[in-house]
Structure formats: structure tokens, C-alpha cells
């Protein structure tokens, strides 16, 4: 996916990339040497392809390359122009950086959305998993990262100038910042805080707490702790 | 892959396929539908499709979809193509039913094996898992599945046919039978291992026990009882 202009945050990921490979690319090539040797170069090149998918061990990718050979061919080149599909066709809304295959996304389109609220997150993937709630009914920023100065991400490799932008065109009167529940996430917050709050603009984080379903048994102290702190008269 | 004249374990497949279909179909559309809305069609179409992989859930299609999104485009259609080639180029070893891209798989053809013992496993995928060990420098026959009266799978389902077919050609002195340590594997042994003895042929079957590395604490019963049943004189 190309950005123009815009490839300050492309070039930390790359670095990222490049730190990771080393280590990467000798247990894939290991693996697939194996599988080549026993049954042929393709199926070694599959499991190396899927190996190289976030949370995809070597037992996965044989899996799902045994599964890939099972299935019929219609199904097996339509995974492989899914993929091929969502590069061509999938691009950052220039407004949000929500994935979008038209020239906006469709939720900086819709009118019928509240677009006094902005929701910030840090990937657009999050997008996603907030929308499913069905709850927050206004747009969307996705920064594309969180600061964490340990790996060299500041401020200045993050979209944090297309939301000031949008926030200086006026017209936002709260900002709820979305970003994860982590150290970086957390950082990330405050400084986004402290750089908007002086635009007059109404600014909340989400809520810490117990997850829904879960057992107070197993929460952690911090959890538990931000629990109590949150906690609401009934 | 075609297997011209062998339809009938082809045909299983097909109708295990066909009842697993209405419950999947509808949960893809509905994953796939959401994110096509916020995101795109290619996003939702990515999701649905990883979603036809075994193990793979919502989530996990939809934080692979987005890994897509964020890789080179090289990279990504680099997996789309392992995908072709895989479908492309493999079949199944006309002897063993390994996989391979050859007229008969690497294993089969490797004169410094030994040709006088067969181990018998259900998938293709087996032989590999049994390579990594190193231990056993004989051949292979995957009879692709095990019996499972319930399932409507009979011997006449199973690749057997061509593994007596083997049995009866002569110079086989061993059968190890690699099926898995479930109810079917176990049927599946007793059957064949009542078809191969009458042939004078030694059968053997791999051993039930604690897993390596595994805590007495967590095994099961079944499992303690055949590691007592099977313990050896140190």
C-alpha cells in the first residue's frame, strides 16, 4: 500500500522489519527446508509464506498448508486472490487512515454520524473491534502506533498532524482517546491529551476495569486496582 | 489435486465438506459482512477466506487480514502465490500417497532406505511430523483417515487397497502401525493389523505413555494406565 508523502511511519516499520529478520528468516528457512525435502519444494514454500503471518508458528503453517492441499482449487486460488484483491483494491482513508477502498472511508461519509466526536485509536484494525459495539456513533483517528521511546517511535512517527488538523478546522467537541490499555498506549494518551486540551476541546480516555465475564480471582493487581478506582455509585 | 480412480475418500471429504458448510457460510458472511461495511469488500473477503482455514476463528482472520494489509506488496502476493504453486504443483505419491511435485515422492524413491519396512500413518501431513524425528529411515503408507463407523468411514473409504497391494508384491518384513492415539487410530490398527498378520508379516504398534516433558499431575487416566501397562525394565 502506497502513502504517499507520508512515509515517516512506513520507514519505523520497515526498521522494525529488518530488526526482526534475522532470526525469522533462519527458523522459516528450516522449517520449509524439511517439509521440501519430504514433500516437495511448494508445500516448504507454503509453510515459509505462512510462517511469516503475525502469531503463525511452524506447527500452524503446516496445518494450514496440509489444509490448503485439501481443499478444492476453487477454494484455494480464491484465498489467493483475496489476497491479492485486498492490496490492490485497499487504501488509508486520507482522512482517518481507516482501510477504505473508496477515495473516504465509509464512516467519514456518513452524514448520519455525530461529527462533533472523535474516536482515537491506534491502528485501524481497532476500528473494527470499537464499530462492533455499535455504541459510538461518531468518526474515527487512527494514529497508526503509540509512542514508546524504548524502540524510537516519538510523537513525529505517528499521525498525530492529520488530527490536529482536523481538530484546528473546528467544529469537534470531544475527543475520546481509545488508545490500548498499555504503557505506550498510556503515554500516548496523556501526551494527546496535553497537546488537545488546550483547543477547548473536551478530551476522556476509555475505562479501565475487570472485563466483563471474567473472574476477580484471576485479575491482576493493577486491574483490580483501576477497578476500585473507576467504580460507580449504583 | 485430482486423483483420477481413487474418488470414494474424495467423495467422504466432499460430504463431510457439505455438512460443516451451513453453520460456517453463515458466520463467514456475517465476519466478513461487518468489516466490509467499516472497511471495504477486499477486507471482508480477506477475513471470509482465512476464516475456511482449519483453527482459524474471527479474530484470528481478522488480525491476519490486517498483517496482510500491512505487508509489502511483494511479500503478500509472494503468499498468494505460494498458495497457486502448492495447488499447482503437488500431488500425492502414486505409492505412498505422500505428497510430492514428483512422479513418486523423494521417500519412495530413495534406494538408502529401508524397503522392507512400512510405517502406516492416516495423513500425508504424518510423515512429516515422523521425518523430524529422524528415527525411522524405512517407507511410508498414508491410508488418508482412520475408520470411523459413526462418521459413515468403512475400510473400503480408506487407502488400504494399495497398501496390501504392497504387502502382497513381497519383501516387506515389518508393519508399523502410526495411526493416532484415538478410538478411530485404534480401530483403524486392530482392523489392518488383522488384515497384515495372516500375510506373515510383523506388525507393530507405536507406544502409548506420558508425554515427554509432560507432569504426571496433568495426564489423564488413560494415559497413566497404558504408561504403567507399557513400563520396560531399566
Same mark, same amino acid.
Given at each position: 500500500?502506497?502513502?504517499?508523502?507520508?512515509?515517516?511511519?512506513?520507514?519505523?516499520?520497515?526498521?522494525?522489519?529488518?530488526?526482526?529478520?534475522?532470526?525469522?528468516? @533462519?527458523? *522459516?528457512?528450516?522449517? #520449509? $527446508?524439511? &517439509?521440501?525435502?519430504?514433500?516437495?519444494?511448494?508445500?516448504?514454500?507454503? +509453510?515459509?509464506?505462512?510462517?511469516?503471518?503475525?502469531?503463525?508458528?511452524?506447527?500452524?503453517?503446516?496445518?494450514?498448508?496440509?489444509?490448503?492441499?485439501?481443499?478444492?482449487?476453487?477454494?484455494?486460488?480464491?484465498?489467493?486472490?483475496?489476497?491479492?484483491?485486498?492490496?490492490?483494491?485497499?487504501?488509508?482513508?486520507?482522512?482517518?487512515?481507516?482501510?477504505?477502498?473508496?477515495?473516504?472511508?465509509?464512516?467519514?461519509?456518513?452524514?448520519?454520524?455525530?461529527?462533533?466526536?472523535?474516536?482515537?485509536?491506534?491502528?485501524?484494525?481497532?476500528?473494527?473491534?470499537?464499530?462492533?459495539?455499535?455504541?459510538?456513533?461518531? @468518526?474515527? *483517528?487512527?494514529?497508526? #502506533? $503509540?509512542? &514508546?521511546?524504548?524502540?524510537?517511535?516519538?510523537?513525529?512517527?505517528?499521525? +498525530?498532524?492529520?488530527?490536529?488538523?482536523?481538530?484546528?478546522?473546528?467544529?469537534?467537541?470531544?475527543?475520546?482517546?481509545?488508545?490500548?490499555?498499555?504503557?505506550?498506549?498510556?503515554?500516548?494518551?496523556?501526551?494527546?491529551?496535553?497537546?488537545?486540551?488546550?483547543?477547548?476541546?473536551?478530551?476522556?480516555?476509555?475505562?479501565?476495569?475487570?472485563?466483563?465475564?471474567?473472574?476477580?480471582?484471576?485479575?491482576?493487581?493493577?486491574?483490580?486496582?483501576?477497578?476500585?478506582?473507576?467504580?460507580?455509585?449504583?
Amino acid at each position: 500500500m502506497e502513502r504517499g508523502g507520508q512515509d515517516r511511519t512506513a520507514a519505523v516499520k520497515e526498521r522494525e522489519a529488518a530488526s526482526r529478520t534475522p532470526s525469522h528468516s @533462519r527458523t *522459516h528457512g528450516k522449517a #520449509g $527446508a524439511q &517439509a521440501a525435502e519430504v514433500s516437495g519444494k511448494a508445500l516448504g514454500g507454503m +509453510i515459509e509464506a505462512f510462517m511469516r503471518l503475525p502469531g503463525i508458528g511452524r506447527k500452524s503453517a503446516e496445518r494450514l498448508a496440509y489444509a490448503i492441499l485439501g481443499m478444492p482449487m476453487e477454494e484455494a486460488s480464491g484465498i489467493a486472490q483475496a489476497i491479492l484483491d485486498l492490496k490492490n483494491n485497499s487504501r488509508y482513508c486520507p482522512i482517518c487512515n481507516n482501510i477504505t477502498e473508496d477515495a473516504v472511508c465509509s464512516i467519514c461519509r456518513d452524514e448520519k454520524r455525530d461529527a462533533t466526536r472523535i474516536c482515537v485509536v491506534e491502528e485501524p484494525s481497532n476500528i473494527l473491534i470499537l464499530e462492533k459495539t455499535g455504541i459510538f456513533r461518531g @468518526r474515527y *483517528h487512527a494514529i497508526m #502506533g $503509540a509512542i &514508546a521511546p524504548i524502540d524510537g517511535i516519538g510523537p513525529e512517527d505517528l499521525k +498525530i498532524d492529520g488530527l490536529m488538523e482536523r481538530l484546528k478546522a473546528g467544529g469537534i467537541k470531544e475527543v475520546i482517546l481509545a488508545t490500548n490499555p498499555t504503557v505506550k498506549g498510556e503515554t500516548t494518551a496523556l501526551y494527546l491529551s496535553k497537546l488537545i486540551k488546550p483547543h477547548g476541546i473536551s478530551v476522556s480516555r476509555i475505562a479501565y476495569g475487570l472485563p466483563v465475564g471474567g473472574d476477580i480471582e484471576y485479575a491482576d493487581e493493577n486491574t483490580v486496582q483501576r477497578a476500585l478506582e473507576g467504580r460507580r455509585e449504583m
